[in-house]
């Protein structure tokens, strides 16, 4: 357990990315939540500080501009570290943005749903790729992060 944890708190710190013209303009933070359900049935964000099997995270990146122009072509990148997997339907954002995901440890991403040919009795057969498969996420605004703006990518993943 105490790996598993070690591993998630690294993710954190170090297993996102992000692009653009001028680093030094840019700030980027990454926060893990656990998701609880309160006395009242609904869903609370506690700040994650310890991870159990069955948990879910949810991970939100914010990007800030501390500059005077816009920023483009951001791509932000989220883990989805080993001992876990990504929660179908949770990636959210309000900034309009193509979503791609990965299953091959970030070497290439796709968008969803991902499929995959194979042969099966003889015959092509095409798949769905399952959503606990996949390796990483990525957005790729449409639009600049505008000067002095921020700029909010969620997500959530399940330790097994």
């Known amino acids: 357990m105490k790996n598993l944890l070690l591993m998630v708190i690294t993710c954190l710190i170090m297993s996102f990315s992000v692009y653009a013209e001028d680093k030094d303009l840019l700030t980027s933070k990454m926060d893990a939540y656990v998701v609880e359900i309160n006395k009242k049935g609904k869903e609370e964000l506690v700040k994650a500080e310890k991870v159990y099997p069955k948990d ?4 939100k990146l914010t990007y800030t501009n501390n500059s005077e122009k816009p920023l483009n072509g951001l791509v932000i990148t989220g883990p989805i570290p ?6 179908a339907d949770t990636s959210n954002t309000k900034i309009k943005s193509n979503f791609v995901v990965s299953i091959d440890g970030g070497k290439t991403f796709e968008s969803e749903p991902v499929k995959r040919e194979i042969m099966k009795d003889g015959k092509k057969v095409e798949i769905i790729i399952p959503p ?3 390796t990483a996420v990525r ?3 449409l639009v600049p992060i505008n000067a002095k703006e921020k700029q909010v ?8």
């Open 56 to 59: 879910k995270i949810e991970y």
């Open 82 to 87: 080993e001992n876990t997997f990504y929660v």
């Open 132 to 134: 606990e498969k996949y």
């Open 139 to 141: 957005w790729m605004p």
């Open 153 to 160: 990518f969620a997500y959530r993943i399940e330790v097994k």
